[in-house]
């Protein structure tokens, strides 16, 4: 069912329930929506929520389950060539939990009354987007290192004001991963150092990936507050907790001492420390780069489609297999069990 | 989902004895066996689990807490609405 | 470490779970459902964990993974298949890991210097065995495809399956009992998924200790090929 029409669908049923109270009964339910999101409560599964505060978290929601799946892409790139095996371990648990994120991601937007596959099916065409630095390449060993400090470290600085999102199953799931993310960051923050302290090659191979990925990683954050059209509405909602601009200067500011910890440099000439403001002062974004990307002309937008389609695709067969064993053995969702 | 049916399944997990189940989320999965499985993966790897229930979704009934609660959904006992909640007549094109 | 290492049974023991972990690694991305993805990756990982106590009994465990070439390693040549599709895989998980639990089973009631690893191994291994079962089922007894598709899998990897049960130097176990429990086991696995027996050699005269005397296939060393770049190409360096 497409989403316009499963809208529609709920509203015909309010309405026909509430014959004739329905325009009443419907602004009581939205005061008492609005109280609720501003008292810090949470909305939950079964709560009667605006179709457009419906819609908004469902994208979001996919969009950031997209991001997970898609993101184990360049990373799992490097499994098979890991350096050593101590190496290995970590970045195999690392996509692995990817593969977790998106999973909890998918069964929260479920809750919403989107079916996973009607998600995946989005991702497929193009019709839901993923975080756009997941379109850019793991070219060296390094590259695993800056994904881990500065790409999961946005996404941390992104993520953790959603554990208290107005969503209940959302903040319940950001929480979740939030847990597991910590783990992440420092591991790629190590590989990072390991490099920085080791051979001159070593070294070179760090501050090359960080150089590729710095700016990119500030894009993480989105476009200016100030050229953000849906900004307003999610800030009112509770689905949004700060603004882009916010959040990427907070993330600068983590960073530049962390930098300076890992011994390389951030390829930005006019990152200086702003007494007055209390914050870093940083270069110019080139949002066309940004919007480029985004637009589907990144190095690696067709390839990470192709991939995951690859995937499922070629998975169909499987998936087909283990439903018509159920069917055949009476076992497909008819009771509890438990173990 | 469509013809490759993996219906949904909620999660409970007992991560210590003397606590209850509690809803840990959800998954895919075609039968009772592979979700109890899937769920330990999902769910407990990180050693934080004992015991675990599978229970599809579609097996749940759920109510409000007052009738008189102004977020009362009038439409449905379940859950929360989901798409294999709703009959679709076969043939049915983008559905 | 103790007293006595077998070097060749540590190395046999430790490259089998080193090259099937790397292989199931390859499925990252790939998996045919998420839920597997988190699956195979699990397995992968307590592989790993297994290859790292394994080879460090006998050395830098770094030294023999990424420094050794092609004839050094001492895994079967059922290990090192390519993975094919996923039944494929499964298939090469069910007659591996139902071998795996039998050997850490036996270990871990002996006294010898496997015990240790074997006694928490073997609950990792009855994980995957109960995992490789289950896909066997569903894709023996799922669709017409599918059950070609597993047929098949069994069928070719059957070959590779002989090798398993000739005795390794250091592992002090009825080899012929165990063969013998591992065919009663995945029989019956088989013919509940309503697959064939396979009737071929479960060895050539070609592949007699092959795998476990450093004989390996060609795909093992494009394997090896990708695994080891990057490592030797820093040669000393710490990661």
């Given at each position: 069912?497409?989403?316009?029409?499963?809208?529609a669908?709920?509203?015909?049923?309010?309405?026909?329930?509430?014959?004739?109270?329905?325009?009443?009964?419907?602004?009581?339910f939205?005061?008492?929506f609005?109280?609720?999101v501003?008292?810090?409560?949470?909305?939950?599964?079964?709560?009667?929520?605006?179709?457009?505060?419906?819609?908004?978290?469902?994208?979001?929601?996919?969009?950031?389950?997209?991001?997970?799946?898609?993101?184990?892409?360049?990373?799992?790139?490097?499994?098979?060539?890991?350096?050593?095996?101590?190496?290995?371990?970590?970045?195999?648990?690392?996509?692995?939990?990817?593969?977790?994120?998106?999973?909890?991601?998918?069964?929260?937007?479920?809750?919403?009354?989107?079916?996973?596959?009607?998600?995946?099916d989005?991702?497929?065409?193009?019709?839901?987007?993923?975080?756009?630095?997941?379109?850019?390449?793991?070219?060296?060993w390094?590259?695993?290192?800056?994904?881990?400090?500065l790409?999961?470290?946005?996404?941390?600085?992104?993520?953790?004001?959603?554990?208290?999102?107005?969503?209940?199953?959302?903040?319940?799931?950001?929480?979740?991963i939030?847990?597991?993310?910590?783990?992440?960051?420092?591991?790629?923050?190590?590989?990072?150092?390991?490099?920085?302290?080791?051979?001159?090659?070593?070294h070179?191979?760090?501050?090359?990936?960080?150089?590729?990925?710095?700016?990119?990683?500030?894009?993480?954050?989105g476009?200016?507050?100030?050229?953000?059209?849906?900004?307003?509405?999610s800030?009112?909602?509770?689905?949004?907790r700060?603004?882009?601009?916010?959040?990427?200067?907070?993330?600068?500011?983590?960073?530049v001492?962390?930098?300076?910890?890992?011994?390389?440099?951030?390829?930005?000439?006019a990152?200086?420390?702003?007494?007055?403001?209390?914050?870093?002062?940083?270069g110019?974004?080139?949002?066309?780069?940004?919007?480029?990307?985004l637009?589907?002309?990144?190095?690696?937008?067709?390839?990470?489609?192709?991939?995951r389609?690859?995937?499922?695709?070629?998975?169909?067969?499987?998936?087909?297999?283990?439903?018509?064993?159920?069917?055949?053995?009476?076992?497909?969702?008819?009771?509890?069990t438990?173990? | 989902?469509?013809?490759?049916?993996?219906?949904?399944?909620?999660?409970?997990?007992?991560?210590?004895r003397?606590l209850?189940?509690?809803?840990?989320?959800?998954?895919?999965?075609?039968?009772?066996?592979?979700?109890?499985?899937?769920?330990?993966?999902?769910?407990?790897?990180?050693?934080?689990?004992?015991?675990?229930?599978?229970?599809?979704?579609?097996?749940?009934?759920?109510?409000?807490?007052?009738?008189?609660?102004?977020f009362?959904?009038?439409?449905?006992?379940?859950?929360?609405?989901?798409?294999?909640?709703?009959?679709?007549?076969?043939?049915?094109?983008h559905? | 470490?103790?007293?006595?290492?077998?070097?060749?049974?540590?190395?046999?023991?430790?490259?089998?779970?080193?090259?099937?972990?790397?292989?199931?690694?390859?499925?990252?991305?790939?998996?045919?459902?998420?839920?597997?993805?988190?699956a195979?990756?699990?397995?992968?990982?307590?592989?790993?964990?297994?290859?790292?106590?394994?080879?460090?009994?006998?050395?830098?465990?770094?030294?023999?993974?990424?420094?050794r070439?092609?004839?050094?390693?001492?895994?079967?040549?059922?290990?090192?298949?390519?993975?094919?599709?996923?039944?494929?895989?499964?298939?090469?998980?069910?007659?591996f890991?139902?071998?795996?639990?039998?050997?850490?089973?036996?270990?871990?009631?002996?006294?010898?210097?496997?015990?240790?690893l074997?006694?928490?191994a073997?609950?990792?291994?009855?994980?995957?065995?109960?995992?490789?079962?289950?896909?066997?089922?569903?894709?023996?007894?799922?669709?017409?495809?599918?059950?070609?598709?597993?047929?098949?899998?069994?069928?070719?990897?059957?070959?590779?399956?002989?090798?398993?049960f000739?005795?390794?130097?250091g592992?002090d176990?009825?080899w012929?009992g165990?063969?013998?429990?591992?065919?009663?086991?995945?029989?019956?696995?088989?013919?509940?998924?309503?697959?064939?027996?396979?009737?071929?050699?479960?060895?050539?005269?070609?592949?007699?200790?092959?795998?476990?005397?450093?004989?390996?296939?060609?795909?093992?060393?494009?394997?090896?090929?990708?695994?080891?770049?990057?490592?030797?190409?820093h040669?000393?360096?710490?990661?």
């Amino acid at each position: 069912m497409v989403e316009g029409d499963r809208m529609a669908t709920a509203a015909a049923h309010r309405t026909a329930h509430a014959d004739g109270a329905a325009q009443e009964d419907t602004s009581a339910f939205q005061a008492a929506f609005d109280a609720a999101v501003a008292a810090e409560e949470r909305i939950e599964p079964r709560d009667w929520m605006p179709d457009a505060y419906r819609a908004t978290l469902v994208r979001q929601i996919a969009q950031h389950a997209h991001s997970e799946i898609i993101g184990m892409q360049p990373e799992a790139n490097w499994i098979t060539r890991a350096p050593s095996l101590r190496r290995k371990a970590i970045l195999m648990a690392k996509v692995q939990d990817e593969a977790g994120h998106g999973l909890y991601l998918y069964s929260a937007a479920e809750t919403l009354g989107t079916g996973r596959d009607e998600l995946l099916d989005k991702l497929h065409t193009g019709r839901q987007k993923y975080s756009s630095i997941f379109n850019y390449p793991t070219l060296t060993w390094a590259d695993v290192g800056a994904i881990g400090w500065l790409v999961d470290g946005a996404a941390i600085t992104n993520q953790v004001p959603l554990c208290r999102c107005s969503y209940g199953p959302y903040a319940r799931a950001m929480v979740r991963i939030c847990k597991e993310e910590s783990f992440h960051q420092r591991q790629g923050y190590e590989l990072l150092l390991s490099l920085s302290r080791g051979t001159a090659e070593q070294h070179a191979m760090a501050q090359d990936a960080v150089d590729r990925w710095w700016w990119p990683s500030l894009m993480m954050f989105g476009p200016p507050d100030d050229e953000s059209a849906h900004s307003a509405q999610s800030m009112a909602w509770k689905i949004k907790r700060h603004s882009n601009d916010e959040l990427r200067q907070r993330f600068v500011d983590i960073c530049v001492p962390q930098a300076e910890s890992l011994g390389l440099t951030l390829p930005d000439p006019a990152l200086v420390w702003n007494e007055e403001r209390g914050h870093h002062d940083f270069g110019p974004i080139d949002w066309t780069e940004f919007h480029d990307v985004l637009k589907g002309n990144g190095p690696c937008n067709d390839q990470r489609i192709a991939r995951r389609r690859q995937a499922h695709d070629e998975g169909a067969w499987v998936r087909e297999a283990a439903a018509a064993h159920a069917a055949k053995h009476g076992n497909a969702g008819t009771g509890a069990t438990h173990a | 989902m469509t013809n490759t049916d993996w219906p949904l399944w909620e999660v409970f997990v007992r991560s210590r004895r003397g606590l209850s189940h509690t809803h840990a989320g959800s998954l895919h999965a075609p039968d009772a066996e592979l979700a109890l499985r899937n769920a330990r993966d999902l769910y407990t790897r990180r050693g934080e689990g004992v015991s675990i229930w599978v229970v599809p979704s579609s097996a749940i009934t759920a109510s409000s807490p007052d009738e008189k609660d102004p977020f009362f959904e009038p439409a449905a006992d379940k859950p929360y609405r989901h798409p294999t909640f709703y009959d679709i007549p076969e043939g049915v094109k983008h559905l | 470490m103790t007293a006595t290492v077998h070097t060749s049974a540590a190395l046999a023991l430790g490259d089998d779970a080193l090259v099937l972990s790397h292989r199931l690694g390859e499925w990252a991305g790939l998996a045919p459902v998420l839920e597997e993805e988190v699956a195979l990756a699990n397995i992968a990982l307590d592989l790993l964990g297994q290859a790292r106590v394994l080879l460090s009994m006998v050395g830098d465990e770094d030294e023999l993974a990424y420094l050794r070439e092609e004839r050094a390693f001492r895994n079967l040549q059922l290990v090192e298949q390519p993975n094919g599709d996923f039944a494929h895989t499964i298939a090469r998980q069910l007659y591996f890991s139902t071998y795996q639990r039998l050997l850490y089973g036996r270990l871990a009631e002996g006294q010898g210097e496997f015990a240790g690893l074997a006694a928490k191994a073997v609950k990792e291994v009855a994980y995957h065995q109960d995992h490789a079962e289950q896909w066997t089922l569903r894709l023996g007894d799922g669709t017409d495809l599918s059950h070609e598709r597993m047929s098949r899998a069994c069928e070719s990897l059957w070959r590779f399956t002989g090798e398993m049960f000739l005795p390794v130097e250091g592992v002090d176990v009825d080899w012929a009992g165990m063969k013998d429990a591992w065919l009663e086991s995945v029989s019956d696995v088989l013919r509940r998924a309503t697959l064939e027996v396979p009737q071929g050699p479960q060895s050539g005269a070609w592949t007699a200790g092959a795998g476990r005397q450093g004989l390996h296939t060609e795909s093992f060393g494009r394997m090896l090929a990708e695994m080891q770049h990057l490592h030797r190409s820093h040669p000393g360096a710490t990661w």
